[in-house]
């Protein structure tokens, strides 16, 4: 089993900055990609950004020029930081990773997710 620990939400007025960060935790073999999601209310889960473990990344079009997602290998860990942040920004968000350990084999984990309120 894997656990991800999220740290960094909270309030922020429109145009600030925030950073995110994640830790995974457990019996892990290794780590595919890792990233972040969000979901505001009334609306489904989407995808913020992600990274793989060769590095390469993917951003949604809400967030691209605005935010940069990162990662530790050596520590399981991503970060997210988001720039120029806009009320459309609020949301909780989920860290997300997709790992293989010894009991479970390829599974895809969610943090519990914390919550991100940009006022304006």
């Known amino acids: 089993q894997v656990q991800l620990v999220e740290f960094g939400g909270g309030l922020v007025q429109a145009g600030g900055s925030l950073r995110l960060s994640c830790a995974a935790c457990g019996s892990i073999f290794n780590i595919n990609s890792m990233g972040w999601y969000r979901q505001a209310p009334g609306n489904e889960r989407e995808l913020v950004a992600e990274i793989t473990s060769s590095g390469s990344t993917n951003y949604s079009d809400s967030v691209k020029g605005r935010s940069a997602v990162s990662r530790v290998n050596t520590k399981n860990t991503v970060y997210l930081q988001m720039n120029s942040l806009k009320p459309e920004d609020t949301a909780v968000y989920y860290c997300?990773?997709?790992?293989?350990?010894?009991?479970?084999?390829?599974?895809?984990?969610w943090g519990k997710g914390t919550l991100v309120t940009v006022s304006s």
């Open positions: 997300n990773t997709v790992a293989a350990t010894p009991r479970y084999g390829v599974t895809r984990y």
